[in-house]
């Protein structure tokens, strides 16, 4: 049995990370071999740059950065391909869903976003982190970095909903997160628990008609 590829998106400060973590181990415990992925994955070169611009502390054009995203997905999509097919169950931090939403909510066409994405390993399951800005805000290191202003953050959190919209409720679900860390927890909980051991054995390839 292949293992289940859950992705976890939101915005800026909604969780993601405290939550996956927390879901790893709770597979673990109950036997289920799992690997963690997060993006950006800030560790290889291509990564590098991204960290950087993230950072401010070098300018890109929004095409560029936006390849550059789509890249490092890019790099580790064989790995993750091959985890899934081993049995291992793959839980993600953002994924290509944010690649488009930030990208579009700058400006670019929503198409032209979803294109260099296109054909990279598809998630059975994609659980969104819903939180208003000001929630959001309230947790503490809101502003360090490029994207994390209120502004943006609308407009991405209206392109997720567009995204979603193409997907039904089996594939797509949103949380509300802006509840208690364990409230947020057992919900991820039983989606993910609904879902491994369960999933179709090929892995279908991300907005390939
Ligand atoms: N980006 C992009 O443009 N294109 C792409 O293709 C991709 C990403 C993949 C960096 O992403 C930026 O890259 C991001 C999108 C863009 N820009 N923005 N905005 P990132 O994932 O590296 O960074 P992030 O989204 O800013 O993640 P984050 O700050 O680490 O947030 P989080 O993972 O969602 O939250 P957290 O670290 O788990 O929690 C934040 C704090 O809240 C922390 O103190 C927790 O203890 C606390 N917390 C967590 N849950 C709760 C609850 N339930 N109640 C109260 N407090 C809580």
Redesign the pocket.
């Known amino acids: 049995m292949r293992g289940a590829f859950i992705v976890v998106e ?1 915005l ?7 939550q996956v973590a927390n879901l790893q181990a709770k597979l673990e415990s109950s036997g289920t071999p799992v690997k963690l992925f997060k ?2 994955d800030r560790t290889t070169a291509i990564g590098q740059m991204i960290d950087s611009y ?1 950072r401010s502390q070098s300018e890109l054009d929004d095409q560029a950065i936006h390849l550059l ?1 789509s890249a490092n997905r890019w790099e580790l999509a064989t790995s993750i391909e091959s985890l899934l097919e081993q049995g291992t169950t793959v839980v993600c ?2 994924y290509a869903f ?2 488009v939403a ?2 579009a909510a700058k400006g670019l066409p929503l198409e032209w976003c979803r294109a260099p994405d296109s054909g990279l390993p598809a998630p059975d399951l994609t659980i969104f982190f819903d939180i208003s800005p000001e929630a959001a805000r309230a ?3 809101y502003g360090e ?1 490029r ?2 202003k209120e502004q943006l ?1 609308r407009r991405v959190r209206e392109l997720f909903d567009v995204l979603a919209s193409e997907f039904d409720d089996e594939r797509w679900v949103t949380v509300d ?1 802006g ?3 364990e409230e ?1 927890a057992g919900e991820v909980w039983k989606y993910a628990a609904a879902l491994v051991g369960k999933v179709s054995p090929q892995v279908d390839k991300l907005w390939v008609p």
């Open positions: 939101g800026d400060r909604s969780g993601k990370t405290t993006f950006p993230l995203f931090d953002r944010s690649g930030f990208s947790r503490g290191g970095e994207y994390e953050q997160a509840r208690s860390k947020v």
